[in-house]
């Protein structure tokens, strides 16, 4: 068999597990609370609390709606890569993923149908905090470049978070590891430029939006709120989804493969 009928053979098993999972969330309705809800509230609070804050002299925008925008959308993407560790988890505990194991299935199947999922998921709460944002007459000047990059950082955003997460939860083999990739996620989302730019940061928190991979992604996703798309704010999101997807995913394939019946 080539290597072309063996991916086109592996297209249908993915759509299966992948709408497997789609059917389980929306079978429990509970679960899209968090990356729904979570995403609003940040826009409501941070819009109401914190919109002095773009009176500041060298704030990029005078609105704060079109500042804030950006972090809650990838926060509540980020939700969604939360949800495929859980989701996954579950399937270990079980025993889903066994069965899958000693069935004739590509083991790539595996890892790439969660994420199939994570990225339809993930476009609930972009597209939710988005016309939120509008709704509160947030600029858009960017266009659809600019929308484009708005769901390709939040969808790129949960995908690598999701594969982190896969990786995790195969190495701990249990739904604690859930409480690990919520708390990377977090970690990494708050020491940002969520709200304020890093020139308006002092001390170690400039330092940590600094160096903060998840800066670049949200420079990228902000553009379209900000003013024109540019390349330079561009190609840096890209490479840190490119390379996390990488990483990860070579990770989640080593314990997937430890595993192995």
């Known amino acids: ?87 996954v988890a579950n399937d270990l505990e079980n025993g889903f993923i066994d069965r899958l194991l000693v069935s004739p299935i590509r083991r790539s199947t595996i890892l790439v149908a969660p994420l199939a999922y994570t990225a339809v998921r993930a476009l609930i709460p972009i597209t939710v905090v988005l016309v939120a944002a509008l709704i509160q007459d947030a600029d858009f000047p960017g266009g659809m470049i600019g929308l484009l990059l708005v769901y390709v950082g939040g969808v790129g955003g949960a995908l690598v978070l999701g594969a982190f997460g896969l990786a995790v939860v195969l190495r701990m083999g249990d739904i604690k590891a859930m409480a690990i990739v919520q708390m990377v996620s977090f970690l990494l989302m708050f020491p940002s430029i969520g709200q304020v730019p890093i020139s308006l940061l002092q001390g170690w928190m400039r330092t940590a939006a600094r160096i903060n991979p998840v800066t670049n992604v949200m420079r990228m996703i902000r553009q379209g709120f900000l003013g024109e798309v540019t390349w330079a704010d561009t190609w840096p999101g890209l490479l840190v989804i490119v390379v996390g997807l990488a990483i990860f995913m070579s990770w989640a394939r080593l314990e997937l493969e430890r595993r192995n019946p």
């Open 1 to 87: 068999m080539t290597a072309t009928s063996d991916y086109v053979a592996t297209v249908p098993s993915i759509t299966v597990l992948a709408q497997r999972n789609l059917v389980r969330l929306f079978r429990t309705p509970a679960i899209l609370v968090p990356m729904v809800v979570m995403p609003l509230f940040f826009v409501i609070a941070f819009t109401g609390s914190f919109d002095g804050i773009s009176q500041v002299e060298g704030y990029p925008t005078a609105k704060i709606i079109n500042w804030v925008a950006a972090f809650a959308l990838l926060q509540g993407a980020s939700f969604a890569g939360v949800g495929t560790a859980g989701a």
